[in-house]
Structures are given as structure tokens and as C-alpha cells.
């Protein structure tokens, strides 16, 4: 519970914490950064998925040569 401001006299050290969780801060960040790292395996992992799914689309029958194609016809505009 953060402290009682009615009275600007008073002591500091009879005020108390200013904010909640005072002294959680590291744990935190630890949780944060824990979040942050878990965010960007689900993320590569959700990438690697679509770039395997694209990849076996273009091997399939002539995608890859058409593709190939029309990318050097796009180039040529």
C-alpha cells in the first residue's frame, strides 16, 4: 500500500512506499525478459512454418520455374 500524502510535513520514512510492489522490480524484468524471449521462439517457429509451406508449394510441379519467370519479366518492365 503506498503512503498517506495529506500532510507534506511529515517525514519521509513515515510515508512509505510510492509505489505498489516496491522491491518486485527485478522479478519483473526477469518475467519481462522471459515474455520477451518466449515472443520470438513462437514467432520464428510460426515464420519457419509459413517459409516450409511456401517452399514446398514451389517445389511442387513447374511453380518454381513460372515464379522464376515472371520475376525476370517483372525486372524487365
Do not use: C, K
Not at 21 to 50: C, K, N, P, T, Y
Amino acid at each position: 500500500m503506498t503512503g498517506n500524502f495529506t500532510d507534506w510535513n511529515g517525514n519521509m520514512v513515515d510515508i512509505g512506499p510510492l509505489y505498489p510492489f516496491v522491491g518486485a522490480e527485478m522479478l519483473m524484468v526477469i518475467v519481462l525478459i522471459a515474455i520477451w524471449i518466449g515472443w520470438h521462439v513462437i514467432q520464428m517457429r510460426a515464420e519457419s512454418r509459413d517459409h516450409e509451406e511456401d517452399a514446398r508449394l514451389l517445389r511442387q510441379g513447374d511453380n518454381l520455374h513460372r515464379v522464376m519467370q515472371e520475376e525476370h519479366t517483372l525486372e524487365r518492365m
